[in-house]
């Protein structure tokens, strides 16, 4: 059995975690700082790197007594290394340091996006079968993953601009909605009828690759047009037309992809894959099994960086005290 305690600082949540054997979550603490932000509009990097130092220590204190677990019985410290924020990223790397010094435990850096691949197995009813396609969906990637096997990746297809997530934050801003922008587009989009306005989709077609920022640009025109021509802009009417856009992309390409390569299963990842249109889609037009994780899991949170350093633990995998940050890190 393996007790892994994790700490994921990489962007904008201080979130640590105990998790047993790669499955059982045994606490999964996560301090967002979302109202933080949420006054710029946007992620500030130094106030996210002086957010985590404030709060990790408070965040791990929680973790530690809601898992039950003693220092003594854990089997290793995992960290996110990267991608992410530097300044964020340095200040879970140091205190998993510390901690793996003081407490004697092994040290795992762990792939961002790894973990949103992970978050799945910490549903009980997961079952993975391989080769799985992930759609990796976040504020800063949105990726095309083949997984052939436990840490064995190869990168189909990637956005060429903005991330899905990166793409509905400024999509909120141009409408006036809050931030972040995926939820609150999410939010209006249910009041509004995705087909009165007309709305372009970014097909790129022959490849695998995504395009969010012509999208983007469409709405800013659209919303620019109708506020010129004196009527009340139907905010809501636009946020739908642009959530369906986004999703109808990035289900067809997905499942274009699932035609090219030998794919078992196709899983989500990622903060937008909390969406609730994109996760009906795919369950209405995959004929393969479809699997995504509760949406709190799809969300930054450290359990799914203990999930997947479990996994590499088990393989011997260890890093040593001179782990250093990667705010670039690439899986595959
Ligand atoms: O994975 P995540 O929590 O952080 C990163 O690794 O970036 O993803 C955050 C992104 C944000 O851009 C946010 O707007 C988006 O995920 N997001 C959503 C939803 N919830 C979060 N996008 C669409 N629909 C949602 N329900
Ligand atoms: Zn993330």
């Known amino acids: 059995m393996t007790l892994i305690l994790a700490i994921e600082t990489s962007c904008d949540e201080t979130a640590v975690a105990v ?8 606490s999964n603490v996560v301090a967002s700082q979302v109202e933080v932000h949420a006054a710029y509009g946007g992620i500030v990097p130094e106030v996210a790197s002086r957010q985590h130092l404030l709060w990790a220590i408070p965040v ?8 039950d677990v003693a220092w003594n019985d854990l089997s290793a410290v995992a ?6 924020l530097a300044g964020s990223l340095l200040v ?20 961002h996006l790894e973990g949103h691949i992970y978050a799945n197995w910490l549903e009980p009813d997961f079952e993975p079968f391989f080769p799985i396609l992930c759609l990796l969906v976040s504020g800063a990637h949105s990726d095309l993953v083949l997984m052939e096997g436990h840490g064995r990746y190869r990168l189909v297809g990637r956005t060429r601009d903005d991330a899905a997530g990166e793409a509905f934050d400024k999509a909120a801003r141009i409408l006036g909605l809050g931030y972040p922008g995926g939820p609150s587009i999410q939010k209006s989009a249910t009041g509004g009828d995705p087909r009165r306005v007309p709305f372009p989709r970014a097909w790129l077609r022959g490849n695998n690759d995504f395009s969010f920022s012509g999208m983007k640009t469409a709405l800013l025109r659209l919303y620019q047009r109708l506020e010129a021509s004196g009527q009340e802009v139907p905010v809501n009417d636009l946020a739908a037309a642009f959530q369906l856009a986004v999703v109808e992309v990035l289900v067809q390409k997905t499942l274009r992809a699932t035609k090219q390569f030998p794919v078992a299963q ?19 037009r995959s004929d393969l099994p479809l ?4 949406p709190a899991l799809c969300t930054d ?10 996994f590499r633990f088990i393989e011997g995998e260890r890093a040593s ?3 250093d940050v990667y705010p670039n890190l690439r899986l595959g």
């Open 19 to 26: 998790v047993e054997d790669g499955r059982r979550i045994l």
């Open 60 to 67: 791990l204190e929680q973790a530690m007594a809601e898992s």
């Open 79 to 84: 960290v996110t290394h990267g991608p992410g």
């Open 92 to 111: 879970g790397v140091n205190l998993a340091k510390g901690l793996s010094l003081a407490h004697s435990l092994p040290l795992l850096g762990i792939n």
């Open 266 to 284: 196709i899983v989500l990842g990622g903060g937008v894959a909390a969406n609730l249109l994109l996760r009906e889609t795919f369950r209405e």
């Open 291 to 294: 699997y995504c994780a509760r």
């Open 301 to 310: 949170n450290a359990a799914m960086i203990a999930s997947a350093a479990h």
């Open 321 to 323: 005290l001179d782990l």
